[in-house]
């Protein structure tokens, strides 16, 4: 009888080994650079996880015989037994009705096993492999519903990057020609953007030296400002930008692009204004310490918060009239106009509420987060405020009971809402503060 044992699998010679990955190593060589211009999107993809590489088998684990995959060796479990690698042998005696109850002897002291024993032990064998063959195969389909689910995926998400590789160039292309046929604009909106984006860092910076400014600088500053205005209004009179800014809308229906342009210029000019103002603040200021140093951050904050909402306001009237057009219809037209209304009731609702809550902190004389100190309480906490190490002016005497200089907590604050020094949460998150002569950046559009 021929055992499992009798049947090898011989090695395959080194030489074709060697032969073999030297040719893989000669002509499988990759190039990712390659790749990465052929497909762009699709590597970029691939690199940041979104898309799973695609796996690759390495040579010295490919699952084929021959020369990159090494040898195969086989070995029998009776290979002892047929070498005469062990001593010992096994038999097995069929015995017949009459013999059942003395059973079959194994080995020299072996245990007796019966027929009918035998035969629960081959049913239970019996069993547990066709219980481990359907949880094989259970486990098998899983995985392989899984992963065609997860190629099915894989391959959606490469169908939509080459896609998008085949209409960026002309994407591109498209946009380099609308650049052009709006040349003036772009470049417009980019100079009156950046002048705007150097004119805060500017201001922020005059009032953070306090009462080191100078007024001839403010002066200087706020003139420039108010120059630079009436000169792009000057640049732009024939165009209607000055209509929306007394909230009228234009003589004629603006294009989309030429809309979009009217807006945000009114929207930066506005700015622009305000910042000028803000510097004529600075200079009443100059000197500001303790209460007045907090009316100077409240009054900023009003300025700015009064520049919102008519922000908000500009692009009103441009919107309006572009919807209003009676080309599309009375009833579409009409539609449009009173969605958009609509709209932009909701947003401007919300700016009010705003500008009122800092009318409301102007108007109050005390500090809300706190109160101030007596002489007696100052006394006891040392008369040394913990934030400029100097003599307190204008002690405030906080809810955690700490005591700072008006001026000085009023500065944390601008940025902060805890105690310096225990972190107790004392200022409650109401309006946001633009007390440090900061504009806000963000574009109203719509």
Known sequence: M???????????????????GSSASRFGVQFPSLSLFQSPLSVILEYSGIIPSAPTVPESESPVLGASAGHIQTESPYSEVRNGGSSEEVSIRIIGSSEAGSGVNMGDGGGQIGCDDLMDIAAESDDLLLEAASTSSANVMDSADSSRDSGYQRYDLQRVGRWIEQILPFSLLLLVVFIRQHLQGFFVTIWIAAVMFKSNDILRK???????RKNSVLVSISVVFIVYVVGVYWWYRNDGALYPLLMLPPKAIPPFWHAIFMI??????????????????????????????????QMLTLVEYTMLLYRALLPAPVWYRFFLNKDYGSLFSSLTTGLYLTFKLTSVVE??????????????????????????????AGDLCAICQEKM???????????????????????????????????????????DGSTSLFFQLF
């Open 2 to 20: 021929e055992t499992p044992g009798d049947i090898d699998v011989y090695p395959v010679s080194s030489s074709s080994t060697s032969g073999s």
């Open 393 to 435: 002016h204008s002690p405030i005497l906080l809810q955690c009971k700490h005591i700072f200089c008006e001026e000085c907590v009023s500065e944390w604050f601008e940025r902060e809402r805890t105690c310096p020094l225990c972190r107790a949460l004392v200022r409650p998150a109401d309006l946001q503060s633009f007390g």
């Open 206 to 212: 005059q009032t953070a030296l306090k009462g080191e």
């Open 264 to 297: 945000m210029l009114n929207d930066i000019m506005a700015r622009q204004a305000a910042m000028s103002v803000k510097c004529l603040l600075l200079i009443y200021y100059k000197n500001s310490r303790g209460h007045n140093f907090r009316r100077q951050g």
């Open 351 to 380: 700016k009010v509420r705003s500008f009122l809550a800092a009318v409301k902190a102007l108007s109050h004389k005390e500090v809300h987060y706190g109160s101030y100190a007596t002489k007696e309480q100052v006394n006891a």
